[in-house]
Structure formats: structure tokens, C-alpha cells
């Protein structure tokens, strides 16, 4: 959205983003973004279909939409290399060498955004073992409180939550 009302207001470089997010949130007008977007019940969704259309525009060279992605890449690496510094200080390190780093969903759906992640030299200098979850991010939820012992299943198609005593059906 920034990218759109800078270029829109003259502050910015073109941008194909203007004419993509006009277009997916059927609106005319860029000035009518802000309270579109924040208008919505879920802006945290609003925003993340909007991710779809800056990698979509990163993709046909589009130099705003780029730089957009080259930031998000360094922003999060700099989170994971920091998470690593405060979590495993090298006098606290359960074993020697690199720390695996689980990548799965929201911006890892994507496959450029993906790649220029994993590859990144910050982040292979950094300790880092970047590996790609090939399953959706729910799973995880759901492994771990199976192997907590929270949620089991009763043979019938029933998940059985043994913290409450609760069972529900499963859906098609």
C-alpha cells in the first residue's frame, strides 16, 4: 500500500501495484486503500492477499514490488538471527554448529520469496539451518499436542481432547 501512495502522491517510483491492488479490491482510486484495507474485519488477511500481488509484481520485474520482497527477506532474517543470538547464546548451545530454522507458511508459501530467503548469504553466514515445511502450518499444532497428550484419537473418527473430556466429530 505504501509503494502505491508514494508513486500516487509523487514521493514514489511507478509501480504496476497501483493497477493490481485497484483491481483486486475492486476500488478505482488509490486514496481509497488505507480505509478499504483497515475497514476490513480481518486487516491481517486484507494485508496477506495483498503479499500475492507484490510477489506477482516482483516477478514481471516491477522495481517497487522488489524492493518490497528484498526488504521482507533481510527483515526476517535479521528476526531469525537475532532469535538465535537471545535463544541459543554459544555458551548455551546444546551441541555445536548450526541451529535448524523451520520455515513454513504465510511468506514461505511463496517460492521466490522462498528461495531468496533460503539462500541468502546473511542467513547462511548467520548459524542457520533454513528448512522448508512441507506440510501446512496447522500440523504442527497438531503434533505437538499429540505428543503432548492432549488430543488422541478414539478410533471412530473422534478427536478426543483429554484436558476437558471433549469430543468432536471430524469433517469432510
Same mark, same amino acid.
Given at each position: ?5 508514494? &508513486? &500516487? ?10 493497477? !493490481? ?33 507484490? *510477489? ?30 537471545? !535463544? *541459543? ?30 539462500? &541468502? ?23 505437538a499436542g499429540i505428543k503432548a497428550g ?23
Open positions: 500500500m505504501a509503494a502505491v501512495l508514494r &508513486h &500516487h502522491d509523487g514521493r514514489g517510483i511507478p509501480t504496476m501495484l497501483t493497477k !493490481l491492488a485497484l483491481e483486486h479490491f475492486g476500488l478505482t482510486e488509490p486514496e481509497q486503500l488505507v480505509s478499504f484495507v483497515y475497514g476490513q474485519e480481518n486487516v491481517r488477511s486484507a494485508l496477506g492477499e495483498a503479499s500475492r500481488l507484490v *510477489f506477482a509484481a516482483a516477478k514481471e520485474g516491477d522495481r517497487a514490488a522488489a524492493a518490497i520482497v528484498e526488504e521482507a527477506v533481510a527483515q526476517l532474517i535479521r528476526l531469525a538471527l537475532t532469535a538465535k543470538k537471545r !535463544l *541459543f547464546p554459544p555458551e548455551r548451545l546444546p551441541f555445536p554448529g548450526i541451529i535448524p530454522l523451520v520455515l513454513s507458511g504465510g511468506l514461505f508459501a511463496d517460492n521466490g520469496f522462498a528461495e531468496r530467503f533460503l539462500w &541468502h548469504e546473511d542467513l547462511l553466514a548467520g548459524g542457520l539451518d533454513p528448512r522448508r515445511l512441507n506440510v501446512p502450518p496447522a500440523a504442527g499444532g497438531l503434533f492432549r488430543y488422541s484419537d478414539n478410533g471412530q473418527g473422534q478427536a478426543a481432547d483429554s484436558r476437558h473430556g471433549k469430543r468432536e466429530g471430524r469433517s469432510s
